[in-house]
């Protein structure tokens, strides 16, 4: 096999979509675990107990303010996971056609 620019550049490149598609499928295997296995893992659940008035005044939250303040940090996990999802498939969907079309390549410059 003779060495080439082109060959490392070929192989650098196959290097480059198999880690991007390496990292997108832990990514994914991540989600999976976190919605179907660890349900808490990435709930973040810090109750404030007391909000300020417009006078600076303390004031407990009611029982009311405590399950919209619960909905809202359910609503922020549910987007973070589809932000996580999202980039995952993206790095799937650039990383599989990167290192496929370049290894493929490498085969027949290596081949011949």
Do not use: C
Request: charged share 25%.
């Amino acid at each position: 096999m003779k060495f080439s620019i082109r060959l490392l550049y070929l192989y650098l490149f196959s290097f480059i979509g198999l880690i991007i598609a390496v990292v997108g499928t832990v990514q994914l295997v991540d989600l999976g675990m976190k919605v179907y296995l660890f349900k808490d893992a990435d709930r973040f659940d810090y109750p404030v107990a007391v909000k300020f008035d417009p006078n600076g005044k303390e004031t407990i939250l009611t029982d009311k303010e405590k399950e919209d303040q619960k909905k809202q940090q359910d609503v922020e996990t549910k987007r973070n996971r589809q932000r996580q999802a999202s980039t995952a498939l993206a790095m799937l969907i650039v990383g599989i056609p990167l290192y496929k079309y370049h290894w493929r390549l490498v085969n027949s410059q290596t081949a011949s």
